[in-house]
């Protein structure tokens, strides 16, 4: 059944995830998912991710993280849609709960969070929150 919104989905699976307290959630594979499961890895909000090879689409597997029980990710929200694209400039990207959270965004540099694209001076659309 096809998807009409990947990212959403994949942050549903997600979400679901940890809070049914799973250690992993297997995703369709896409090159946007596993940009935005490497940046949620090097913010440690995942442990880790991989790739299982299939005949008919490859599944991306995330591997949760938490401590003492409690799951790193405690939110996410999706900010632009297929309706209604939300762009910032490189003077208006948002911080998320004060700079504890992330903001994702799609730029002309590939995925990046609000931090990298404040450092490179570059905007662009703001996909999700997460916190």
């Not at 940009?35 to 949760?64: H, M, P, S, T």
């Not at 910032?88 to 609000?114: E, F």
């Amino acid at each position: 059944m096809p998807v009409t919104d990947p990212i959403a989905d994949f942050l549903t699976r997600v979400r679901n995830a940890v809070k049914a307290k799973k250690r992993f959630v297997d995703i369709p594979a896409s090159n946007t998912k596993l940009g935005l499961a490497n940046l949620l890895k090097d913010n440690n909000f995942i442990r880790d991710f991989n790739v299982i090879e299939d005949n008919k689409q490859n599944v991306l597997r995330v591997y949760l993280s938490y401590v003492d029980g409690t799951p790193s990710i405690t939110g996410m929200k999706r900010i632009s849609t297929p309706g209604l694209r939300r762009y910032v400039g490189k003077d208006d990207i948002p911080r998320v709960l004060n700079g504890l959270g992330v903001a994702v965004l799609s730029t002309s540099k590939g995925l990046m969070t609000d931090k990298q694209a404040k450092a490179e001076s570059i905007g662009g659309e703001v996909l999700c929150y997460i916190w």
